[in-house]
């Protein structure tokens, strides 16, 4: 059963026609068990962020199949993407994203907005969330008034609150200091322990030893999936 | 998503941008306020004109008959002083059924007034009229004349044009021509019509001379209008219904009048509604072209919300990454834009009682408050923001989010 796994990933392939088509993803065939944690390494252009777009259901398919949670995600309608995204998924970006007029725990709520999830006690919902990641003291605060790891945590947070059980993280540490990205890291070391799984995009070898795997993109292709053993260290 | 969220989420946007949605509102506040200032001076203007002039007359069973002239340009409301109504055509209809009276209304020009030392030129008309044309005219003092005599009847606003006017004082007027005529005051009477000038009302014979030829070949006095009196209310209307059948058919009148002009038979609730239907015209005209400034406003806010669909790309691939849906983000776009256009049309409302009430006090006309319109303004700012949202909510909503939350 596909349940079992949290991503099945068939030969999958995107094409973008930039004056000349650009094959961002050529033939991708990947498949993370559940509860995994997963690094994508490769260099700029290899797709890896591609990848990550099409586990986070942003962009569509080519061809191939792909497969999150038993559903097939290539044959959902627009809507049927956004409902799964606010629901399955949880997403981390390396500049945060969070909504800079929202303060922390309305940021952390906005997935509640969208879901069908009841909206009673979004606010008791988010602060668990924020105290889960460690920056429960500062739940009306602007993203303007706190540190990037801070900010990075509330992202976190966000990306929890629908209780996913795929987070996806794209250079979560690339904007923070060797030791903020260090303690940022140990958050999703935890998450990964209690059960989520993780897939994380960094060029960054030491944060891809946080993984249990390292998948090497180049080109579209994979080139390599090397195992690191046990997570947890 | 809950209609409740999507409106504190929007409305912070609008707030997060404070300058610029002040500046995206103006449009519409001009362009309500400039539609509210023109319906508070049409209505004020229509008040002045009219006053109370149907409460206090409309109850009388009276027909006016007038002459009305078409106007070359434009539109506008005439009646010719031409003098068509003939002594038979009186008669004719006086001995209709359900007709108590026909009064004439005679004009006679005057070029100057004078009432014991004080003289004025101009300014105080003077009407021939017979003793029934006072049937339903409240006294204040005195009578109505006697016929064949130099007795007068007076207006208020005569008495007070030279301070105190009683009944017994004499009256002189100069005619154009320079015939002097001294009458007697008889009476005087409560005119309460808004911007009736002083008047002298005298007798048809002996002071008015206006004789036409008729075409049964014989020469009679003639008017321009006729002031017709039905027995009661109820029998109004068919007194109404004869009077216009002769005066429209083998009357003098009709073989009289020139061939643009039309006989008007009218009660005095129709005349006030024909004025009140023309002004009504006038100010819907003026605030159509003042409505205009309403769809730059519309421009304006659909330019500014285009303008901030690209600066929050980046927010609306967030929204999308943690789930919106297309509707989602039309929704809030749209909800934005409509919030602008109420907040834009209710600061206009206020705006144009502003501006009208300043004009209004300036031409000392009464106030009015034509609520109705606030009512329309108010839909028409929610219709302007929908209208003006639903090109920039889309754009908004096509927003791809790989693309707005753009890396490599």
């Known amino acids: ?141 602007l993203p303007n008034e706190l540190s990037g790891g801070q900010r990075q945590r509330v992202a976190i947070a966000r990306a929890l609150v629908n209780e996913p059980r795929l987070l996806l993280a794209d250079e979560p540490t690339g904007n923070l200091d060797t030791k903020t990205g260090a303690s940022i890291m140990e958050l999703f070391t935890e998450l990964h322990v209690e059960g989520t799984s993780v897939v994380l995009v960094t060029h960054e070898r030491y944060i891809a030893e946080y993984a249990e795997q390292v998948v090497h993109m180049v080109d579209g292709r994979i080139t390599e999936i090397e195992p690191l053993g046990e997570v947890g260290r | 998503m809950r209609a409740r969220d999507t409106f504190s989420f929007s409305w912070r946007a609008i707030r997060g941008h404070k300058l610029r949605s002040t500046l995206t509102t103006l449009g519409v506040i001009i362009g309500v306020g400039a539609i509210i200032t023109f319906m508070v001076l049409g209505g004020a203007f229509s008040e002045n004109v009219l006053g109370n002039f149907d409460e206090l007359y409309g109850d009388q069973p009276l027909l006016l008959v007038q002459t009305q002239t078409p106007l070359d340009d434009g539109f506008g409301l005439i009646f010719s002083m031409t003098p068509i109504y003939t002594e038979h055509d009186i008669a004719t209809i006086e001995a209709m059924e359900d007709v108590s009276f026909v009064a004439p209304l005679g004009q006679i020009a005057v070029t100057q007034t004078r009432v014991g030392g004080q003289q004025v030129t101009g300014g105080v008309s003077v009407s021939a009229t017979t003793p029934a044309g006072f049937t339903f005219d409240t006294f204040l003092d005195g009578e109505a004349f006697d016929m064949g005599t130099n007795e007068a009847v007076i207006n208020r606003q005569v008495s007070d044009r030279f301070d105190g006017v009683e009944v017994g004082d004499t009256i002189s007027f100069t005619r154009e021509g320079g015939v002097v005529t001294t009458v007697t005051v008889r009476g005087i009477i409560d005119e309460d019509i808004p911007n009736q000038p002083p008047t002298i009302y005298v007798p048809v014979d002996p002071h008015y001379q206006q004789i036409v030829e008729t075409p049964r070949g014989t020469n009679e006095r003639a008017y321009p209008m006729l002031v017709i009196g039905a027995d009661s209310l109820e029998t109004l209307r068919s007194a109404q219904d004869m009077a216009r059948a002769y005066l429209h058919g083998d009357s003098d009148a009709n073989a009289l009048k020139s061939d643009r002009d039309t006989i008007l038979v009218q009660t005095i609730d129709d005349l006030v509604q024909q004025i009140t239907d023309l002004l009504d015209q ?76 300043l004009g209004v006090m300036a031409l000392e006309w009464p106030m009015v408050y034509p609520l109705e319109w606030v009512v329309i303004a108010t839909g028409m700012g929610l219709i302007v923001g929908a209208l003006a949202g639903v090109y920039p909510a889309w754009r908004a909503a096509s927003v791809d989010p790989v693309i707005a939350l753009g890396r490599e």
């Open chain 1, 1 to 141: 059963m596909s349940t079992e796994h949290s991503v099945i990933a068939d030969s999958i392939s995107r094409t973008y026609y930039v004056g000349e088509p650009v094959h961002a993803l050529d033939g991708v065939t990947l498949e993370l068990p559940a509860g995994s944690f997963t690094a994508v390494m490769g260099p700029s252009g290899s797709g890896k962020s591609t990848l990550l777009n099409m586990l986070g259901c942003l962009d569509t398919i080519d061809e191939g199949t792909l497969t999150i949670h038993g559903r097939d995600v290539g044959d959902m309608s627009e809507r049927e993407r956004a409902m799964f995204r606010s629901t399955e998924l949880g997403f981390v970006f390396q500049a945060f994203y969070l909504m800079p007029r929202l303060r922390a725990w309305e940021n952390v709520s906005l997935p509640l907005l969208f879901g069908e999830a009841p909206t009673d006690g979004r606010r008791a919902r988010a602060e668990r969330m924020l105290d889960r990641v460690g920056v429960g003291d500062r739940i009306d605060h």
């Open chain 2, 282 to 357: 006038i100010t819907v005209f003026i605030a159509g072209i003042a409505g205009i400034a309403l769809v730059v406003g519309a421009i304006g806010i659909a330019n500014i919300m285009i303008v901030s669909v690209v600066e929050r790309t980046r927010e609306i691939g967030i929204m999308k990454s943690v789930g919106a849906t297309r509707r989602h983000i039309i929704q809030l776009f749209l909800v934005e834009s409509i919030i602008l256009g109420v907040i834009g049309a209710l600061l206009g409302v206020l705006l144009g009682f502003g501006i009208g009430a």
